[in-house]
C-alpha cells in the first residue's frame, strides 16, 4: 500500500507540495520537522489530500498526474480553503 498525498503550507496555505510514501504519518511527521524533501523545509504543513493505492509504480505515476495537473492542484487547494472558511 502506498499513498499519493497533497500538503500546504502554514499559516496562509499558498504553497503546496505533492507526494509519495508508504507511511503517511511518519512522512507528514518529517516534513514538519524538516527532514523532509528540500522544499518543504522550515515550514509547518498541513495534509489536504490522499489517495491510496496499491504499490509503488502506481503511487509515483499518479503523483506525476497531480503535479502536472494544475486545474485539479487548483481545485484540491480551493475546496480546502472553502472548509478553512466554513470553519471559521
Do not use: D, Q
Amino acid at each position: 500500500m502506498a499513498f499519493i498525498y497533497f500538503l500546504v503550507a502554514k499559516p496562509e496555505y499558498k504553497i503546496s507540495y505533492i507526494g509519495w510514501t508508504n507511511n503517511l504519518k511518519k512522512r507528514i511527521k518529517e516534513h514538519n520537522e524538516g527532514k523532509g524533501a528540500k522544499f518543504t523545509r522550515g515550514r509547518k504543513w498541513k495534509l489536504i489530500y490522499y489517495e491510496v493505492v496499491n504499490n509503488k509504480s502506481t503511487a509515483l505515476k499518479r503523483e506525476y498526474e497531480l503535479k502536472k495537473n494544475r486545474k485539479l492542484r487548483n481545485l484540491i487547494k480551493k475546496n480546502f480553503k472553502k472548509k478553512k472558511i466554513n470553519e471559521k
